[in-house]
């Protein structure tokens, strides 16, 4: 069974701050990793993709990812209070053509 | 409109009624979505259609029954359903597609609506 691990949180850290946000996959055929930011009773909110190993940078948020180690990161740089939601991690099974999401990571930033 | 709609944003109803969840995507993809996300609880993939034909159903209950008339639209149809039920149903749509090594594009990314919440009483 293909499987996206996420520590479920909740990750404090204060304004400011660097968060970083990680996620592991079971399955080596996946090809395409995204992040969502789900906010209390709203939609996930598709935030970063990525395709290949290394870093991707968008403003304050850079996605990793290492095939060879099955996982992928976010980090939020200059964290601010508005960044507090839940970020999920999805993982694309080109194998299956199916996307699976994980748990999700709570993500709490003090003022 | 834009992006990914859905009606009704809220809906109360009885056991006994039967109700629609209508979904339209603006974004010209070729797949669309139904997922289920319960109180704490991650996301519940229902449905997948891909091209108009339905290509995934995790063992749904069939007091939920999809319907997908066109590439853009995505109905839920909802009769005696459950206390349980009750959730946030979202609907998402994607540009299937494969992508070549060292490739760049945006396949697979799923943009979701603001959901329906559902209500059993």
């Known amino acids: 069974q293909k499987e996206v691990e996420q520590n479920s949180g909740p990750l404090s850290v204060p304004e400011g701050a660097i968060a970083s946000l990680n996620c592991t996959y079971s399955d080596r055929g996946s090809q395409s990793f995204f992040w969502y930011r789900q906010y209390s009773g709203k939609s996930p909110e598709l935030i970063m993709s990525?395709?290949?190993?290394g870093d991707k940078e968008d403003g304050r948020f850079t996605a990793q990812l290492n095939k060879a180690s099955q996982y992928v990161s976010l980090l939020i740089r200059d964290s601010q209070p508005s960044d507090s939601a839940t970020y999920l991690c999805a993982v694309f099974y080109t194998g299956g053509f199916k996307t699976i999401f994980g748990a999700g990571t709570r993500l709490f930033v003090k003022a | 409109e834009t992006g990914v709609t859905q009606t009704p944003r809220h809906l109360v109803m009885g056991m006994t009624n039967k109700k629609s969840l209508k979904c339209e995507q603006h974004l010209g993809h070729n797949a669309m979505y139904w997922y289920k996300q319960s109180a704490k609880k991650p996301l519940e993939l229902m449905f997948v259609y891909s091209l108009e034909e339905r290509v995934e159903n995790n063992s749904v209950p069939s007091r939920f029954s999809p319907e997908c008339p066109n590439s853009s639209h995505l109905f839920l149809h909802l009769h005696t359903l459950q206390p349980e039920d009750s959730a946030l149903y979202l609907c998402?749509?994607?540009?299937?597609?494969?992508?070549?090594?060292?490739?760049?594009?945006?396949?697979?990314?799923?943009?979701f609506g603001p959901g329906t919440r559902l209500t059993v009483l």
């Open positions: 990525i395709y290949s190993n």
């Open positions: 998402a749509s994607s540009q299937e597609g494969i992508l070549a090594e060292g490739g760049i594009g945006s396949y697979n990314e799923q943009f």
